[in-house]
């Protein structure tokens, strides 16, 4: 089975958003997918989920950063008029704080049921919601290469998109406990090391055979290559609450993605972290976000991880002027520094004691930016 990769020869953006779906006065999920989408009928932009109280939504393929912005602006304008009629609210964060997983309806679609079928109360718990970013790559060879590369980034992105210290009505203790569920999947989590398209070849020829997936649709690593599309998907970020978040780590990860495909072209190794170090700076980012110290090499030695990202923003200032992307890729600088939407969130928690305080919070952080009057 010979794994064609559709490369685009140039750096093309897709962003999907999982939204929640909330009720207008008690903002618990509710599941209003359905006739959301009877409303949007056609638009292919807007999809179901496996939860029912969840609402995708995906842009075109973008030349570039600007048209992403238009693009999810409108779309998520026009979302929301609908919502609006339905009476629904949306929100962008990892998890929801009150809801309770076992309460969620699954959307009936054969592919949820059999995902819920095979994995059990681990896929009945997916009740979190995330940002997934394309970024186009000319080739499968080099979509491995920056594939492995970039698991040495995985802490600084889900530092800075760190949104979901709540779940089940309990401050967990974590800045995202979004990604420690999906870890429990079998095939979620942090991406094997691969040496080449051939191997990626031969590990979807294994799991499909072996029936452990139908499709690379099936496989949500933090970091994938994309065949179809020919691009390499971020997945490891939590939902950012506004539109201006969204775009300054979408910009980011565009540079990096563009940053390593040009040391790859001119013949740079691309070094990346040993295993056991990408996996304890996955671990202390979704445990403490931007307060992480992270392992930097063999030897042990730390750095903060917010200083981390700001040097990234500064070795990747060149490429994001190059993409036209500078100004939305800075504003990764004023996440850091005031913190991420997780710090937000336990603060208005601290200082009310209300989990529905919260999400109107989170509520208002998307609407407004989207331009949207309350």
Not at 172 to 201: C, D, H, M
Not at 255 to 268: I, K, N, P, S, T
Request: aromatic share 8%; charged share 25%.
């Amino acid at each position: 089975m010979k794994t064609h990769f559709n490369g685009s020869p140039n750096p093309t953006l897709g962003v999907e958003l999982e939204l929640q779906i909330l009720d207008p006065e008690t903002k618990n999920l509710v599941s209003g997918a359905q006739q959301i989408l009877e409303r949007v009928d056609g638009d292919d932009h807007i999809k179901p989920e496996l939860i029912q109280s969840t609402i995708e939504l995906n842009t075109d393929v973008c030349a570039n950063i600007a048209a992403v912005r238009t693009d999810l602006t409108e779309r998520l304008q026009s979302l929301q008029a609908v919502c609006d009629e339905l009476g629904y609210e949306l929100a962008s964060v990892g998890t929801h704080p009150f809801s309770k997983w076992g309460e969620q309806e699954i959307t009936p679609k054969d592919r949820y049921h059999r995902l819920i079928d095979r994995c059990q109360w681990p896929a009945r718990r997916l009740m979190i919601f995330g940002l997934h970013v394309h970024v186009g790559v000319p080739s499968g060879e080099q979509a491995i290469a920056i594939f492995n590369a970039l698991s040495t980034f995985i802490p600084h992105l889900l530092s800075l998109s760190a949104s979901s210290p709540f779940f089940d009505s309990y401050d967990t203790g974590l800045a995202s406990t979004r990604v420690k569920i999906f870890e429990t999947l079998p095939t979620a989590g942090l991406p094997y090391r691969l040496l080449n398209w051939a191997e990626f070849q031969r590990f979807m020829i294994t799991l499909v055979n072996a029936k452990a997936i139908q499709s690379i649709r099936e496989v949500w690593w933090d970091i994938r290559p994309h065949p179809g599309f020919g691009t390499i998907e971020l997945r490891v970020c939590d939902g950012l609450p506004s539109l201006d978040e969204i775009m300054a780590v979408t910009a980011l990860i565009q540079a990096l993605v563009v940053w390593l495909g040009d040391r790859y072209e001119e013949g740079d190794y691309l070094p990346a972290l040993r295993d056991w170090v990408v996996r304890e700076n996955k671990w202390r980012a979704a445990r403490w976000s931007v307060d992480a110290e992270i392992i930097t090499d063999d030897d042990g030695n730390l750095q903060p991880v917010s200083e981390s990202i700001h040097e990234l923003v500064e070795s990747l200032a060149p490429v994001a002027k190059r993409l036209g992307s500078y100004d939305e890729m800075m504003r990764v600088k004023q996440i850091v520094d005031g913190g991420p939407s997780f710090k937000r969130q336990r603060q208005i928690y601290a200082e009310s004691g209300d989990f529905k305080t919260v999400m109107e919070a989170t509520i208002k952080e998307l609407r407004e930016n989207t331009q949207i009057s309350v």
